[in-house]
């Protein structure tokens, strides 16, 4: 009886880890975002290793490069498993670099001490709704017209074992 419980412990603190009320283990450098706006992922060399923050556009990009859209619903500056996430693959080259060939980054964030406008909180909440996120990091793949193609969230390995799963996520719904 005494491992059920234990069980069901560290169950629970896995699950709840990053719900919306969780608390900040450490919080990123916000300088280190890598974010670009509207106008910046539309214009006449379109880097799509670059995290945009407008829907919109992310699907606008992914319809000129025929690309899927890769949504990381995440509280940058509180959810250690989002931090970890973005540590060990988001910001390594491996993943950069398919990235830029394979996919459009959309960041929707919901930080605790980052700065955001009205109008882009309304907008990533939702979408928060919309896509029934109910944790972070959510990590959605949809395509162009925002059709969910794929579901999943932190996965152990790096860079390079993440890009093998985005490519099995995404080969299995061809």
């Not at 540590?87 to 060939?101: G, H, L, N, T």
């Amino acid at each position: 009886m005494k491992w059920i419980l234990i069980i069901i412990l560290i169950t629970s603190v896995a699950i709840l880890g990053c719900s919306p009320s969780g608390k900040a283990e450490q919080a990123p450098d916000p300088k280190a975002a890598n974010d670009m706006d509207f106008d910046e992922a539309m214009g006449s060399d379109i880097d799509t290793s670059k995290w945009v923050t407008n829907y919109e556009a992310a699907l606008e990009t992914a319809k000129k490069t025929d690309r899927p859209v890769l949504v990381n619903f995440t509280g940058s500056d509180w959810c250690s498993w989002c931090i970890k996430l973005h540590k060990e693959v988001f910001s390594q080259d491996e993943f950069i670099a398919y990235a830029k060939e394979n996919l459009v980054l959309l960041k929707l964030d919901f930080p605790r001490s980052i700065p955001q406008t009205a109008e882009e909180k309304s907008a990533n909440a939702k979408l928060s709704n919309q896509y029934g996120v109910q944790g972070y990091p959510t990590i959605l793949l949809i395509n162009s017209e925002g059709k969910e193609i794929a579901r999943t969230g932190y996965q152990p390995g790096g860079a390079s074992a993440y890009v093998e799963h985005i490519k099995s996520l995404l080969a299995a719904k061809k």
